[in-house]
């Protein structure tokens, strides 16, 4: 199990909940039903510490190494070789609220931070999200941002950007980038999913994308098929090497028929197995993923 995408991080710090155990849609018990289980967990700043952005993430990554000092026979920072009976752990920040200079982006890749997820669905000062209403790509800013980012050898996620800004941040890249948890805009027409364009930009770059369970972004009244449908259309866009899982769990306030959390997954690797066979199965929910992360580049440094 390898996801690219859950709000379970933020989720638990807010609500005074474990990591290990809670009544989330995610957690390390949950995730260690799997085999080397990996797991990117987001820093999302919602709207009521949006002010305070800065401050409230480093105490998300506070709370994450308590959680992994407490927990520490179950959650371990993710290295090349990942260790079968602990969660091997990855963070993010979702939403560029939180950086506000250059030098804040290399704080946070010095705590550990590996991928940037640019905006959320507002605008901020990197650029304007998806669902923003505001049609301008990155600013200046966020320019710089993405430079720096190619630097640091720090993945730029491009979930939430609205197009223009998907686009600015293609020219500039001069590396892989990701969609961590987006489905397929011709399946289901909603702002927050990928058009084919944009999906064939992302194999070419070597990067990879996340299929995400919330139903609004799968279709109508959501069950397993409708998952199938935008695996297919990911497949047939050449993503074989490339599509992964971004749950998005704890980030989703409804899930699709059956799947309900984190340990409901083996339904949907069931599914895609009979559907599409063990190989891409185990691609999906594994491999693709951990080809992408196991560069030692993206690998977190003792500091």
């Known amino acids: 199990m390898f996801d690219l995408h ?10 005074g909940k474990e990591l290990y155990d809670n009544d989330l849609q995610n957690s390390l018990l949950q995730l ?7 797991q990117i967990f987001a820093i999302f700043t919602d709207d009521e510490y949006i002010e305070n952005a800065y401050s409230y993430a480093k105490s998300a990554i506070d709370f994450y190494n308590r959680q992994k000092i407490k927990y520490l026979d179950y959650l371990t920072d993710f290295s090349a070789n990942p260790e ?4 091997n752990a990855i963070l993010s920040i979702e939403g560029g609220e939180p950086i506000e200079s250059i030098e804040m982006l290399d704080e946070f890749y010095e705590l550990g931070v590996r ?10 000062k990197l650029g304007s999200g998806a669902l923003s209403g505001d049609e301008g790509g990155l600013t200046k800013f966020g320019k710089d941002i993405v430079r720096r980012m190619n630097k640091l050898n720090m993945v730029i996620d491009v979930s939430h950007l609205n197009e223009r800004g998907f686009w600015d941040t293609v020219e500039i890249t001069e590396k892989p980038i990701a969609a961590t948890h987006s489905n397929c805009y011709e399946i289901c027409g909603h702002l927050r999913n990928l058009k084919d364009s944009q999906i064939k930009e992302i194999v070419n770059t ?22 199938l449908k935008h695996i ?15 749950c998005d769990f704890d980030g989703i306030s ?14 949907l690797y069931a599914e895609i197995m009979k559907t599409f066979g063990e190989n891409m199965a185990d691609k999906l929910f594994f491999q693709n993923a ?7 580049t993206y690998v977190k440094k003792s500091i």
């Open 84 to 87: 079968k009976n602990r969660v």
């Open 6 to 15: 859950c709000d379970t991080l933020t989720k638990c710090m807010n609500d």
């Open 232 to 246: 297919e259309h990911f497949l047939f866009l050449g993503c074989e090497n490339s599509l992964c899982l971004g």
């Open 32 to 38: 260690l039903k799997y085999e080397y289980p990996c």
């Open 290 to 296: 951990y080809d992408f992360w196991k560069e030692p």
């Open 206 to 227: 070597g990067g990879i994308i996340g299929v995400n369970l919330y139903p609004p972004f799968l279709g109508e009244d959501v069950k397993t098929v409708d998952i």
């Open 254 to 267: 409804c899930t699709p028929k059956g799947i309900g959390c984190m340990a409901d997954m083996k339904k």
């Open 115 to 124: 991928l940037v997820t640019l905006t959320w669905n507002r605008v901020n």
